[in-house]
C-alpha cells in the first residue's frame, strides 16, 4: 500500500451516519493521518430510523437515539459548524464561521434535510413539524405526550405513514393526506399500495387520498386545521409536514462540483465528478447526498435515502481514498431499505420503482404476509417483504443475477402459478433497450459486474 | 478410487472422526448426485442459495419415494422444523412468543445467572478426581437441566426424557444398517411418547400456571389464538429434542478444539472477551448439525449447473459450506478472532436456529467456566470415540485428565 494514502489530512463534511462509518473504516483501513469531521448539528452521530417509530411511542428518548460507535476514530470533531464551501483549488473546506480547513481528500456525506411546508407563513404555526433531526422528534413526541385531539400527516410515504401509526398505536386520531392513489405507491407501486391503504384503515386512519393540502389553518399563532384541494377543511392541532427530502447541496453551489437538487453525483467509486463530468480524484461522497451510477438498474443514477446504502457507501468510499486505483472497490451494494408501521416489517431489495411489472410470489395480501417482486423488461430488479423478510435473501440473489421475471413458480407458500400484474410505479427513465448486467462473485474486493449481450 | 458413493463414505462410521476431507471432495465435485437419486450440496454459496430458496422443501412428505413419505405419515404430525410457509411461520411465531423477542426479550438473559449456577456446580462435582469424562459429566446435564428448567420439566421427569430423545435421535440417523426400520418404529414409538408427555404436564400448567415457557404458551396466546392440542406437543418435544442434543456437541467439540490448539486455549484464558467470536468459529470450524437431510425440491431446480428433480431428496451439507475456501479464508484454520463469519452453524433462511441465542450463551458460559477452572487439562484419547451419528456429530465421550480450581471468579455463583 502506498505510504502517502494512508497519512495527509481527510475532511469529512457531514457528521451522521455515512460520515461516522466513513471515519471508522478509514481507521481500520489503516488511515492514520489527521481525521476531521464537521457536522452542523451540536450532536454526536445519531441515528434518525428510531425518531419516526420507538421515539414518538416513548420507547426510546430522542437523545438515547446515539449511534454505537465501532471503534475510536481519533478525530478532530467541529460539531455546530457548517459547512459553507469548498475550494478546490486551494483544496479547502470553508466554515460558515470564518474558518478554513485544509484537505488532502474530502469526502462530503451531508446527506439531506425534511422538505419544509411550501408556504413559510403557515409552516412556522405553532404546531406544524417535520421530522429529520432528534430535535423534531422529541418536539412531535412531546406534542403526541400532551394529547392532541388530531394530528394531520402529510404525505403517505415511509415517514408519513411510520407516524400515523405511531398516532394510532397512541390512540390518537390521525388523518393522512396524500395526492397520490394510495400510501407508499410512489415508492412501492399499485399493489402494495392498495394493501397499505387497507391496512391504514383497518387501523383507524383517516386516510385520504388524490387529494392535497392547500392550505393550514392558524388562529393567534397556533395551527387549527387545515384545508384540501377538494374544499373540506379538518380540525388538527398538529401537522407533520412529510413530504420528503431535500439533498445539502446548496453548499456547494460555488464548488464547481456536479451537485444539484437531486445530489452530488459521483462514479462506481464514490469519487464526485465536477460540473463538466469529469471525475475528480480527491473528492469523494457518501450516503444520502450521493447519486451514483448502479449497473444492475441500468447504470442509472441512484440517490437512495437508506440506512444500509449509507453504511455500505460510506465504507467503499473510505477504503477508496486510502487505496491505489487497482485496489479500489466499486459501490455495487443492491439497495435495501426496512420500516415498521401498523405492526408489520416491510422490507425491500433492490429498486422497486425501476420495474414495469409485479407480481406476489409467496403469501397473499388476505394473509397480510407477502413478497412481491418486481420486473423491468422480463428481469427481476425488485422484491418487498411484508412481514416474511428471511425470504430477501434469494430475491436479492435474483436481482444480483438479472434472473427472469416471472421468477420460477413453486414456492411452498405459493404453488399455483403468480399472477403477474403492472407494477404503477412511476415509469422508470426512458431507456434505450441494451444488455443485461449480473453481479459476479461474492467477496467485496471480487464483486464484479458482467455484461450479458443483449437478447 | 472407492466405489463407494460420497454419501456412503461420509455415513461410514470409520469417517466420523474426520469427515473433513470427504467434504473438500464433495466440494471439488460440485452438485454431486449419488447412486440412490440423492444429491449432495457442498459449497457454501449454493448452499446459501438453497437455504434461502423458497422452493426447497423442510417436509419429506414431498419427497418422490413413497416409503420416505410413509414412514414420516405415521404417528404424530411433524413438527415446525419439518413443515414449510406458511404453516411454519406461524407456529414458529407462536412458539417464539414465550422465548424471545419481540414479545419476551429478556427470557434467555435471564437464565444467565442460573447457567453459570448449574455449570459451576457441575464443575464443582469434578473435585477430587484427576479424569473427567465431558460429556457424561457436564456437556449432557448441562443443557438439558437448562432446557428441562426453560420449559419447566420437574427435574424427577428428566432420565425419561433423556431415553426418549435418545431413542428419536438414533432414528434420525439414515445410514444404512440392519435395523433402520426398527429404529425408525422405536423412533416414532419414544416421540409420541414424548409428546404425551409434554402435553399432559401443558395440560398441568394450564390449570396451574408456574413462571415457565410452557406456562406462558397456555397462557399468554396473542392475537392469533393458542397452539392446538397437538401443535403444542409437537412443538414442546421438537424445542425439547433440539435443545438436549445439539448443544452437548458444541461443548464437547469446542473443548475438543481448544485442547488440540493449546494456543488457542491460551489466548482464551487471557482473553476471555474472544469467547463469543470463538463459539462462532467454533460452530463454522466444527459445527454440531453437520448437514441438513431433510430437504427437497417442490419443482425442478437447478444448482451449480445441475438440474435436482423434484422429489429428490436434497442433502445440505453444512459442515462442508463452513470450510468452503471461495467464502472463508483458510478455513481450515481454528481462528477464534474470525471476523467476516456467516458461518452455516445454525443454518440459515426461515428454519434457521429458534434456539441459537440460548444455545450461544449455554456455550460461552460453559466454555468459560471450563477454562478457567480446568488446570492442565490433557485429552486422553485423540481422536475420541464418536457418537454413531453422521448427522449430529460429536464425541460420545471426551475423557480429559486435569485437576480442578475452586472458583475464584467474583460474582459468578
Ligand atoms: C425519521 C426517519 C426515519 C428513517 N427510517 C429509515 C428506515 O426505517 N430504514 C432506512 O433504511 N432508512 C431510514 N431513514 C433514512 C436514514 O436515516 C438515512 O438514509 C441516513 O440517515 C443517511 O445518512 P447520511 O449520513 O447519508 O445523512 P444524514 O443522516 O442526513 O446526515 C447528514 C448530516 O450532515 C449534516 N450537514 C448537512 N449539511 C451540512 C453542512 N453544510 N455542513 C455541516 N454539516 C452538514 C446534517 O445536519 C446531518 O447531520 C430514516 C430517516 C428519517 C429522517
Ligand atoms: C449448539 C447448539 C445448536 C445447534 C448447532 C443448532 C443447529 C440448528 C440448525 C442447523 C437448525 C436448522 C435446521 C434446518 O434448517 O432444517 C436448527 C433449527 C432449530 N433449532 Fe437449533 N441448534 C442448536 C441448539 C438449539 C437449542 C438449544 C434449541 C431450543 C431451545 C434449538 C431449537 C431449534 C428449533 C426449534 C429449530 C427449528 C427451527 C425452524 O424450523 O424454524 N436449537 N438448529
Redesign the pocket.
Known amino acids: 500500500m502506498t505510504g502517502e494514502l494512508t497519512q495527509g489530512r481527510i475532511v469529512i463534511v457531514g457528521a451522521s451516519l455515512a460520515g461516522l462509518r466513513a471515519a471508522e473504516t478509514l481507521r481500520a483501513e489503516g488511515f492514520g493521518g489527521e481525521l476531521t469531521l464537521v457536522g452542523d448539528e451540536p450532536h454526536p452521530p445519531y441515528d434518525r430510523p428510531p425518531l419516526s417509530k420507538q421515539v414518538l411511542l416513548g420507547r426510546v428518548a430522542a437523545a438515547d437515539a446515539g449511534l454505537p460507535a465501532r471503534r475510536p476514530v481519533d478525530a478532530h470533531w467541529k460539531l455546530g459548524v457548517r459547512a459553507s464551501g469548498v475550494d478546490p483549488v486551494t483544496k479547502e473546506v470553508l466554515l460558515a464561521d470564518g474558518g478554513r480547513l485544509p484537505y488532502d481528500r474530502l469526502l462530503i456525506a451531508t446527506g439531506t434535510r425534511a422538505r419544509p411546508w411550501p408556504n413559510p407563513e403557515e409552516a412556522r404555526l405553532d404546531g406544524v413539524l417535520t421530522v429529520r433531526t432528534m430535535e423534531d422528534a422529541a418536539g412531535l413526541a412531546e406534542r403526541l405526550d400532551a394529547g392532541p385531539r388530531r394530528v394531520l400527516v402529510i404525505g403517505a410515504g415511509f415517514t408519513g405513514s411510520e407516524i400515523a401509526s405511531a398516532c394510532r398505536e397512541r390512540g390518537l386520531a390521525v388523518t393522512v393526506a396524500e395526492r397520490g392513489p394510495a400510501p407508499l405507491v410512489g415508492a412501492l407501486g399499485g399493489t402494495l399500495g392498495a394493501f397499505a391503504a387497507r391496512l391504514q384503515r383497518a387501523h383507524g386512519v383517516h386516510l385520504r387520498c388524490g387529494v392535497t393540502v392547500t392550505s393550514l389553518l392558524g388562529s393567534g399563532g397556533r395551527l387549527t386545521g387545515a384545508e384540501f384541494s377538494d374544499g373540506t377543511r379538518i380540525e388538527a392541532d398538529v401537522a407533520v409536514v412529510a413530504l420528503g427530502a431535500v439533498r445539502n447541496t446548496e453548499w456547494l453551489a460555488d464548488s464547481g462540483l456536479a451537485a444539484g437538487p437531486r445530489g452530488l453525483a459521483c462514479d462506481a467509486g464514490c469519487r464526485a465528478f465536477t460540473m463538466y463530468g469529469i471525475v475528480t480524484d480527491d473528492v469523494f461522497v457518501a450516503g444520502d447526498v450521493a447519486r451514483f451510477p448502479h449497473p444492475l438498474f441500468e447504470y442509472q443514477m441512484l440517490s437512495l435515502e437508506h440506512w444500509g446504502n449509507a453504511v455500505e457507501q460510506a465504507e467503499v468510499a473510505a477504503h477508496n481514498m486510502v487505496s491505489p486505483g487497482p485496489r479500489r472497490r466499486p459501490h455495487l451494494a443492491v439497495p435495501a431499505f426496512w420500516s415498521s408501521q401498523f405492526g408489520l416489517n416491510i422490507k425491500s431489495v433492490g429498486v422497486p420503482t425501476f420495474s414495469d411489472q409485479v407480481t406476489i410470489a409467496q403469501g397473499s395480501v388476505e394473509e397480510g404476509r407477502l413478497v412481491v417482486v418486481y420486473g423491468y423488461r422480463g428481469r427481476v430488479t425488485a422484491a418487498v417483504s411484508v412481514n416474511r423478510a428471511k425470504w430477501l435473501e434469494h430475491y436479492r440473489r435474483l436481482i444480483e443475477t438479472a434472473a427472469p421475471f416471472p421468477p420460477a413458480p413453486g414456492a411452498a407458500d405459493r404453488p399455483e402459478a403468480p399472477r403477474v400484474v403492472p407494477s404503477d410505479v412511476p415509469d422508470p427513465k426512458v431507456l434505450s433497450h441494451g444488455p443485461t448486467v449480473a453481479l459476479t462473485g461474492h467477496l467485496p474486493d471480487r464483486r464484479l459486474a458482467v455484461v450479458r449481450p443483449a437478447g | 478410487m472407492s466405489t463407494e458413493t460420497l454419501l456412503e463414505r461420509i455415513n461410514d462410521y470409520a469417517h466420523r472422526a474426520d469427515p473433513y476431507p470427504l467434504y473438500a471432495e464433495l466440494r471439488e465435485h460440485g452438485v454431486a448426485r449419488q447412486n440412490d437419486g440423492s444429491f449432495l450440496v457442498g459449497t457454501y454459496h449454493e448452499v446459501a442459495a438453497l437455504?434461502h430458496d423458497p422452493r426447497i422443501s423442510?417436509d419429506v412428505r414431498h419427497r418422490t419415494d413413497p416409503d420416505e413419505v410413509r414412514a414420516r405419515s405415521d404417528g404424530l404430525p411433524p413438527?415446525?422444523?419439518?413443515v414449510d410457509d406458511p404453516e411454519?411461520d406461524r407456529l414458529?411465531r407462536l412458539?417464539m412468543r414465550p422465548?424471545g423477542p419481540p414479545h419476551s426479550p429478556g427470557r434467555i438473559d435471564a437464565l444467565h445467572g442460573a447457567l453459570v449456577g448449574i455449570a459451576g456446580e457441575l464443575i464443582d462435582g469434578f473435585r477430587g478426581r484427576d479424569r473427567i469424562d465431558l460429556v457424561d459429566d457436564f456437556a449432557y446435564p448441562l443443557?438439558v437441566t437448562v432446557?428441562c428448567r426453560?420449559l419447566g420439566v420437574p427435574r424427577e421427569d428428566m432420565p425419561a426424557l433423556r431415553a426418549w430423545t435418545d431413542t428419536v435421535i438414533a432414528s434420525l440417523d439414515r445410514s444404512p444398517g440392519e435395523e433402520t426400520w426398527e429404529r425408525q418404529q422405536a423412533g416414532t414409538a419414544a416421540r409420541t411418547e414424548m409428546a404425551e408427555y409434554l402435553g399432559e404436564l401443558a395440560d398441568r400448567r394450564r390449570a396451574d400456571p408456574a413462571d415457565d415457557m410452557i406456562s406462558a404458551l397456555v397462557h399468554d396466546a396473542g392475537p392469533e389464538g393458542p397452539l392446538a392440542r397437538w401443535e403444542l406437543m409437537t412443538t414442546l418435544t421438537?424445542?425439547m429434542i433440539?435443545?438436549h442434543e445439539?448443544?452437548v456437541?458444541?461443548i464437547t467439540n469446542g473443548m475438543l478444539t481448544l485442547l488440540r490448539q493449546p494456543d488457542a486455549l491460551e489466548r482464551l484464558r487471557r482473553e476471555p472477551e474472544l469467547m463469543p467470536s470463538a463459539v462462532e468459529e467454533l460452530?463454522r470450524y466444527e459445527?454440531?448439525?453437520q448437514m441438513?437431510p431433510?430437504?427437497t425440491p417442490l419443482t425442478d431446480i437447478e444448482v451449480g449447473g445441475v438440474t435436482v428433480p423434484r422429489g429428490a431428496p436434497l442433502y445440505l451439507m453444512?459442515a462442508s459450506a463452513n470450510r468452503d475456501p471461495l467464502r472463508f479464508e483458510d478455513p481450515d484454520r481454528f481462528d477464534p478472532a474470525r471476523r467476516d463469519n456467516e458461518h452455516?452453524?445454525?443454518?440459515s433462511?426461515?428454519?434457521?436456529?429458534?434456539?441459537?441465542p440460548?444455545?450461544r450463551l449455554?456455550?460461552q458460559v460453559a466454555l468459560a467456566a471450563l477454562l478457567r477452572r480446568l488446570e492442565g487439562p490433557r485429552l486422553v484419547a485423540d481422536p475420541p470415540p464418536y457418537r454413531h451419528s453422521p448427522i449430529l456429530r460429536g464425541p460420545r465421550h471426551l475423557l480429559i485428565d486435569c485437576t480442578t480450581k475452586d472458583d475464584g471468579a467474583p460474582g459468578e455463583s
Not at chain 2, 452455516?344 to 443454518?347: H, L, Q
Not at chain 2, 433462511?349 to 429458534?354: L, M, P, Q, R
Open positions: 437455504l423442510s413438527s415446525f422444523i419439518a411454519h414458529r412458539a422465548f443443557p432446557i426453560l421438537l424445542l433440539a435443545g445439539t448443544t456437541n458444541l460452530l459445527p454440531p448439525v441438513l431433510q430437504r453444512l452455516f452453524g445454525f443454518g433462511g426461515v428454519h434457521s436456529c429458534f434456539g441459537a440460548l444455545a449455554e456455550a
